[in-house]
């Protein structure tokens, strides 16, 4: 026997539904020299819009408070696996470092935004009648992230303000540097986040943002990573036919990244009976 | 259609020529026709081809709910909905009923041309007396149903009392008078293939219109190797005797893609004959809105969702 052993390297597939797929086109994408991710066609995003709409009223329907732990307990498996995301970010050791660490803050900011939003973006609002008025705001949906291309923390503040608040997503990694989305899935896998509320795909920005751009039961869109700006535009327009919401980068402030993917209800309700 | 002339006339003649007959039929190759229907399964249906299946698919919708829930305006509702499914979609082929709602089925659906069918024969166990599955059948019948789709009686079937079974769907199709029978062999309780192809000619020889897999309510449903056995016995059957049977699966037919299947699956089994609302049907509730968002998805460019369509 050799000391030598062959060493086991990853297939990079997609993230669906909890699921970790190839892609039904069976194709891939070479990503480096020697690493390969798979090349999401556009039935894997209807999948992925399926899988979403299914986790929606479990997700949405969870306490906020359950949903800022599950957040939490993300946060914390990311802090475990922070060399190995060092790892795969390469470039200099230290910047890489700082960059895991910022994504762990990052998503612990978020998680302490769960319970809060609503009684921040809510309100209780003065009427000349005898109703108790109160607007709080609601998650819109499925939303679609096409994801900067900042590997890691461009991912994880794009994201993490969308479920935070009780959406689910689809979200198309970075078409250059997929390979951290596809090891950020394995962190969500294992943290107790339902299966379905993120979707990951890696591929083709211009073959994939189209369509889900377009697609109807998709609710919400934001388009920071889309890298022209005719795709932009084209993702906006298709957007209008159901009313999306969309995001793009120049709105990226505060609490803009949540609030972009809530609608405020109303509720009126009869006084002093 | 002309009626048996072979040797099929007397097979029902005693339990011992029944048994002999049916004990008779070639066994099914398991394997093999797990296979064949999982390799027609697999056939790449596209564009202006899927468009067309798609089409013929809505039209052979039998359109169901059989719910304890059920209410009067939701059968007006679905009734509604089976004449106009959505966009310029054709009308379904049937509206599917508990036999109390017949009449109100019956009354929505006056003239159109989409047929009325009740379950009857004490669905969806069969536990009943002969003579009370008699008398659900003719009140179905005299509420309006065109059709009924009555249960054989399983437990006989498997304790090999094939002529108490046979028996039951003559005095069953001889209380439809005009209507259709369609006789559900219920395949997730027949346990074997063989006992699908037995139950098959069983039902046809006993004067079944269509032989129709499930009732929904038992899990497997309609699986597309028993369709694939089901099919080849009413193919069988109108080579031997000239008289042909249609076939319904039914329950958990969810996906334009599972219909398109079925619909490969009679293309290649039975023939371009049965490919029509005639002789098969597809029994299904929440099928029926993935077609038409298929069929929008194909008219449009776009991802149809479900909330352009009614909800049932």
């Not at chain 1, 503040?157 to 935070?164: D, G, L, R």
């Not at chain 2, 597309?224 to 699966?249: C, N, S």
């Not at chain 2, 609302?277 to 479900?306: C, H, I, V």
Request: glycine residues 8%; contains cysteine; proline residues 5%.
């Amino acid at each position: 026997m050799s000391d030598r052993r062959v060493s086991v390297r990853k297939t990079y597939k997609l993230f669906i539904g909890g699921a970790f797929p190839r892609s039904e086109s069976g194709r891939s994408y070479p990503v480096t020299r020697t690493e390969h991710a798979a090349r999401a066609s556009r039935k894997d995003a209807r999948d992925a819009v399926v899988a979403a709409r299914k986790a929606f009223p479990g997700w949405s329907g969870a306490t906020a408070y359950n949903r800022g732990q599950i957040l939490y307990r993300v946060a914390e498996m990311l802090e475990g696996r922070r060399a190995q995301f060092a790892d795969e970010l390469g470039g200099p050791r230290k910047q890489a470092l700082e960059q895991v660490d910022a994504a762990v803050d990052r998503l612990v900011w978020y998680a302490g935004w769960s319970d809060k939003i609503a009684a921040v973006r809510g309100t209780a609002n003065p009427v000349a009648s005898p109703y108790l008025n109160l607007s709080s705001p609601e998650p819109v949906g499925v939303v679609a992230v096409v994801a900067p291309a900042d590997p890691l923390l461009g991912l994880v503040s794009a994201v993490a303000p969308v479920i935070v608040t009780g959406n689910t997503c689809v979200v198309v990694a970075a078409e250059r540097a997929p390979l951290p989305a596809i090891t950020f899935a394995e962190v969500l896998a294992t943290s107790d986040l339902p299966g379905g509320v993120v979707n990951i795909l890696t591929g083709h920005q211009a073959e994939l943002a189209p369509w889900l751009a377009a697609h109807m039961d998709v609710n919400g869109l934001d388009l920071t990573g889309v890298t022209t700006p005719e795709q932009a535009l084209a993702c906006e327009r298709a957007a209008t036919e159901n009313f999306k919401r969309v995001l793009t980068a120049a709105e990226d402030r505060g609490t803009r990244r949540m609030t972009a993917f809530m609608e405020t209800k109303t509720v009126w309700h009869p006084a002093g009976i | 259609m002309s009626v048996a002339t072979t040797p099929l006339a007397d097979v029902a003649s005693s339990e011992a020529a029944l048994r002999a007959f049916l004990h008779g039929l070639p066994g099914v190759d398991r394997v093999g026709a797990d296979q064949r229907a999982a390799m027609l399964g697999t056939r790449s249906i596209k564009t202006t081809a899927k468009a067309r299946a798609i089409d013929l698919a809505i039209s052979m919708v039998d359109l169901t709910t059989l719910e304890g829930a059920d209410t009067r305006g939701k059968v007006r509702a679905m009734c509604a909905k089976a004449l106009r499914p959505g966009g310029d979609a054709s009308r379904v082929a049937a509206v599917c009923v508990y036999p109390d709602l017949v009449a109100v089925a019956a009354e929505a659906l006056r003239g159109s041309g989409v047929k009325v069918a009740s379950v009857a024969t004490a669905f969806p166990s069969g536990r009943s007396s002969l003579d009370v599955k008699v008398a659900d059948t003719a009140f179905a019948v005299a509420a309006g149903a065109d059709e009924i789709d009555m249960v054989i009686d399983r437990g006989a079937f498997l304790s090999g009392d094939y002529l108490k079974v046979y028996e039951e769907i003559v005095a069953v199709k001889a209380a439809c008078g005009e209507a259709h029978l369609k006789v559900i062999l219920e395949t997730g309780e027949l346990v074997t293939y063989d006992n699908v192809r037995r139950a098959s000619w069983l039902a046809m020889l006993a004067g079944a219109d269509f032989i129709k897999t499930s009732t929904g309510k038992v899990s497997p449903a309609a699986t597309l190797p028993v369709t694939l056995i089901m099919l080849e016995a009413v193919r069988d059957f109108r080579d031997r005797t000239g008289r042909q049977v249609g076939v319904k699966p039914a329950g958990g037919i969810r996906t334009t893609k599972d219909a398109i299947k079925n619909l490969v699956l009679v293309q290649e089994t039975a023939g371009a004959d049965w490919l029509t609302p005639d002789w098969f049907r597809l029994g299904a509730s929440s099928l029926l809105n993935d077609l038409l968002m298929q069929r929008e998805k194909l008219a449009t460019g776009r991802y149809a969702g479900p909330d352009y369509f009614t909800l049932d």
